[in-house]
Each structure stands twice: as structure tokens, then as C-alpha cells.
């Protein structure tokens, strides 16, 4: 059956029934939890966006743009100058994605945060939107990429697509819609020119991984944003884009590949409130190993010497995807199991540090990467995608055996990182951008969308 031949109530196409549905979606949401959840989404986005501005991908965007003499009202992170909304969204998003520790919808194995927060950001600010207005289209925007995440399957992924950019432009587009107060059919019609730059490949995962992984989510909020600005100039895109034939589902899919996903429960929770905050600086599927290591290390004094091994038990997509043992640059070793297990060992392993220059050539953690072994666990591979899982074992010197088994590593929704320890991430983060008493203005800020009339106050804070 083609995707063309799916549809949802009274024969309208399903994508477009989402559509529609995140599009109406009430202010009086935000009064509870699901507003505390938005924020929170915020300012996890823009702690990552300000430190991977310092960082050499983040510069090298930022100076791309600056040296372009882009014009417009959207903040660049790390710059007290503003600039076009799209390009603010190229930038802020390579930025928000560039250290690993953007948030993930598991399960649906997309990175949402970096896409979706520098569109909608950049479209409030240049429309004057409120920060009510911005929050929803946040909200939107998470639950259209988790839903295309969980419609796309895992076997597109398996074969090379990373998912955050091929979901990543359609949720950008549906969250900067919203904000910009776009009708319905003009956001479906923005959504058909988007998915004509869906895509992405994985070759950063091994070796010399380069930086073009981190503009992903760059790429796309920046589509969500150009598409959006087009279509409200009457440029057309296909109306059925997504679950159409040659569609996004159909073309890029694959054989698990399921269009009722982008519907089932529709209304019922939300992808947000569900989302994963991630603790440590690495692919999502190595934290369940950082996370059992941190546990051995507070449980026993050990120094990197007393290691004589480490045996990983794991999914098999974990150990065909990231067991580099010798990864050359930061993208590879945060992909790479023995890497993270090294630095898990002999740094703090939520530190962003751990995987810079210094830590690449860091003889302590070659030395206990080239001692990590991985195996296939037929338990742990069963529970993936919907879980991820590890039994890590370490043997120290004289014998002493230390082993855990980690499902659902803390920051995701089983073991979720509260309000207080996700502000405390965003100070760690935003550190190298602004002194103390300009990370608590952001934060405040922050705390104050729901009932501010514009984003002005939160901008003013951002490019302090």
C-alpha cells in the first residue's frame, strides 16, 4: 500500500490532521506542566547554543554570517548583534547541536531542541511574537518531530539517514509556522518545500568525523524558517509532502516504516513533556555506559592505572554504530563507546571538556578505550529503540569486579532531570558567554514568557 493510500478522519491525509491539530493548539495548555516543560525545552536549547558558539564550528558559522552583513531582528548566539531570522537559525542550531548534549525524543531517534528552538526563536523575534505564541509553536514543533521520528521507523536509520535531519525540517517549519501565525494550508504548503531538504548521511560516525553532523539541526531549523518565510510569500510546496506518494515516508522510509504514528493518541500527551535531557556529552546510545561507569567511580576509589578491563554488553545497532576504538576528532570520539568509556573513567564524564583537543590526546583515556571490549547482548538489543540499555563489566587490578546494567539512562523520562539540574546545566554551559548575573537574567526571562507580550526581554537577555 503507498503512503498515498493512508488518511486519516474522513479521508484527509494523516500529516495533514496533525497539522491542523498542532496549529489549534490552546494557550491554556501552558498553565501546567506542559508550559514548564516548553521553557525548560528553551533553555536547555539556547544553554547548548551558547557554548557551542565558543567553539570552532560555532565561530566559524557565526563569521560566515557576520561577514555576509545579514540583516534582520534574530539574536546570533555569542554576538550582541542581530541578524535574518534564517540565518540566525543556521547558525544557532549548529551551535545548540555542536557538543552532544541537545536534547533527544527516544525512541524516535531525533535530536528535537536544535531544530526546533532556533526557528521558532528566530521568527518570534523578527515578528514581535509573544512569548506564549513562542512557547506553543515549541511545543509544535516537538511533537510533529517526535511523531515523524516514530513514522520513519529505525530502518532508515540503520542504513545511513540521520533522523534529526531528515524530521528536523518539517518540525522546524511546523514550530516557526505557528509562531508566525501561518494558516493551516499555508504551513502544509511550507512543510512540501521543506521535505525537499530532508536528509543527512552518517559518515561523520566513524574516523575523522568532520563538523557537518553538528549543522544538521542547523540545516534544518533554517529550512523550517526559509520555507515558512516563502510560503507566506506564495511560493507552493506539495500539500501531502510527508505521507504522499514520493513522499517523505515512502521515499526515505523503510519496510517498518508506520504513517499511523503521526496520529495515534493525537491529544492525549505530549512528545515534551516526555523528552530526554541529556547529561553527558556523547551519542544517546553510549549514555547508558557513561552512566554506569559515573556509578562505579562513586562507588569505588579507582584511578585510570587500576583498570585491566572493561566489557561492554549492548544493542547491536549500538555496537555496529559506535565502536570506533581510535576516533581522530571530537565528532568521532562522541560517537565512539571505548572513547566515552575512557573519558567516563578519567574526566567527569558530563563535562563537554572531557572530548576537546586536550582530551583527544589524553594517554589515560587511549589507554582504557584500547582496554574496552564490546559485545552484542540479545537482552539489551531487544529493547531498542523504545529503550536504550547496557551491562557494563570492569575488572581492576587484583581482581576486584564492578559490574551494572543501565536501562534508560538518567535525563530520560524514567529518570528525568528536574527544573533545578537543568538550570544548573544551562549555568555550566553558558559560562564561557556570560558572567553570573547575566546567566540569572536569561534564566528569568525565561521563567517569564508565559505571560509577556514579546520575546523582547528574553532577546535583550540572550545578546547581553
Known amino acids: 500500500m503507498t503512503m498515498s493510500q493512508h488518511s486519516g478522519n474522513h479521508g484527509v491525509p494523516q500529516s495533514q490532521h496533525l497539522v491542523e491539530h498542532l496549529v489549534h493548539l490552546k494557550p491554556v495548555l501552558l498553565d501546567g506542566t506542559l508550559g514548564a516543560h516548553a521553557t525548560m525545552a528553551l533553555l536547555d536549547t539556547v544553554g547548548c547554543g551558547l557554548y557551542g558558539a565558543h567553539q570552532q564550528w560555532g565561530r566559524i558559522l557565526r563569521a560566515q554570517i557576520l561577514g555576509e552583513g545579514s540583516r534582520g531582528k534574530a539574536t546570533l548566539f555569542g554576538e550582541n548583534v542581530t541578524v535574518a531570522p ?7 542550531g549548529t551551535s545548540a547541536h555542536g557538543i552532544e548534549l541537545d536534547d533527544i525524543i527516544q525512541g524516535a531517534l531525533v535530536h528535537p531542541g536544535a531544530c526546533v528552538v532556533p526557528a521558532a526563536l528566530a521568527v518570534a523575534e523578527e515578528a514581535g511574537a509573544s512569548g506564549e505564541r513562542l512557547l506553543l ?4 514543533g516537538y511533537e510533529m518531530m517526535a511523531r515523524l521520528g516514530f513514522a520513519l521507523g529505525a530502518e532508515h536509520n540503520t542504513r545511513g539517514y540521520h533522523t534529526t535531519s531528515v524530521a528536523g525540517p518539517v518540525a522546524a517549519t511546523v514550530a516557526a509556522g505557528i509562531v508566525m ?8 504548503s511550507a512543510i512540501g518545500i521543506a521535505c525537499s531538504s530532508a536528509g543527512g548521511i552518517k559518515a561523520f560516525t566513524q574516523g575523522t568525523g568532520g563538523m557537518v553532523k553538528r549543522m544538521h539541526a542547523g540545516r534544518s531549523a533554517e529550512t523550517g524558517v526559509l520555507a515558512c518565510e516563502l510560503a507566506q510569500r506564495g511560493f507552493t510546496g506539495p500539500m501531502a509532502a510527508i505521507d504522499g506518494h514520493f513522499g517523505l515516508l515512502e521515499v526515505i522510509g523503510g519496510p517498518d516504516t508506520d504513517v499511523d504514528a503521526l496520529t495515534n493518541n493525537l491529544g492525549n500527551d505530549y ?17 547508558c555506559v557513561s552512566h554506569a561507569i559515573e556509578a562505579i567511580r562513586k562507588e569505588t576509589a579507582l584511578t585510570p592505572a587500576d583498570v585491566q578491563q572493561i566489557v561492554v554488553h549492548t544493542s547491536r545497532r ?16 562522541q560517537y565512539s563507546i571505548p572513547y566515552c568509556a575512557g573519558a567516563a573513567v578519567v574526566k567527569n564524564p558530563r563535562d563537554p571538556a572531557s572530548f576537546d583537543a586536550d582530551g583527544l590526546r ?20 531487544a529493547l531498542y529503540p523504545a529503550h536504550f540499555a547496557a551491562h557494563v ?16 539512562p538518567h535525563g530520560t ?10 538550570e544548573a546545566k544551562f549555568r555550566l554551559l553558558a559560562k564561557p558567554a556570560k558572567d553570573a548575573q547575566r546567566m540569572e537574567n536569561v534564566i528569568s526571562a525565561v521563567r517569564g514568557l508565559r505571560g509577556a507580550s514579546s520575546v523582547a526581554a528574553f532577546s535583550t537577555a540572550l545578546h547581553a
Not at 181 to 188: A, D, M, R, S, Y
Open 86 to 92: 534564517s540565518r540566525a537559525a543556521l547558525a544557532n
Open 137 to 140: 509553536g515549541i511545543i509544535a
Open 181 to 188: 501565525g501561518l494558516t493551516v494550508e499555508t504551513i502544509l
Open 271 to 287: 512528545a515534551i513533556e516526555k523528552v530526554w535531557v541529556k547529561a553527558y556529552p556523547c551519542c544517546g546510545l553510549i549514555h
Open 318 to 333: 549500538a555496537v555496529e554504530h559506535n565502536g570506533d576504538p581510535n576516533p581522530q576528532e571530537t565528532m568521532a570520539a
Open 362 to 381: 589524553d594517554p589515560d583515556i587511549r589507554r582504557v578505550a584500547a582496554l574496552t571490549q564490546l559485545r552484542i547482548d540479545e537482552k539489551m538489543d
Open 393 to 408: 563489566e570492569m575488572v581492576l587490578k587484583g581482581g576486584r569486579r564492578y559490574e551494572r546494567t543501565v536501562i534508560d
Open 413 to 422: 523520562a524514567s529518570d528525568a532531570c528536574d527544573a533545578a539540574e537543568i
